[in-house]
Nanobody, 122 residues
Framework: QVQLVQSGGGLVQAGGSLRLSCTASGRTISNYAVAWFRQAPGKEREFVAIIRRSDNTGYADFVKGRFTISRDASRIAVYLQMNNLKPEDTAVYYC????????????????WGQGTQVTVSS
């Protein structure tokens, strides 16, 4: 069983930066695909970024050039560095992991973090 624990997030002004962390307890996720999703009030959960099992990365168009997903050197944690934040980035952010597939749809993930609020003020 993989338990994902998230940290980071908070309140920031537009143009600012935040870093989210996703760490697995109980076992390593070094060979897992790890994705970040977000959900704003009244909206569906949407894909943000993925680091695939090969360590290749992918991004939603609306975060390209602003967000960076990475693994730490120990391959225990996955980070989402968010720069040049905009008010429309306000949402609860979730990390998710899968050992088998590299997918960008939330329905395909069984392991989820607890979610963390990101609020960007204008």
């Amino acid at each position: 069983q993989v338990q994902l624990v998230q940290s980071g997030g908070g309140l920031v002004q537009a143009g600012g930066s935040l870093r989210l962390s996703c760490t697995a307890s109980g076992r390593t996720i070094s060979n897992y695909a790890v994705a970040w999703f977000r959900q704003a009030p009244g909206k569906e959960r949407e894909f943000v970024a993925i680091i695939r099992r090969s360590d290749n990365t992918g991004y939603a168009d609306f975060v390209k050039g602003r967000f960076t997903i990475s693994r730490d050197a120990s391959r225990i944690a996955v980070y989402l560095q968010m720069n040049n934040l905009k008010p429309e980035d306000t949402a609860v952010y979730y990390c998710a992991a899968d050992p088998t597939y590299d997918r960008s749809q939330s329905k395909d993930y069984d392991y989820w973090g607890q979610g963390t609020q990101v609020t960007v003020s204008s």
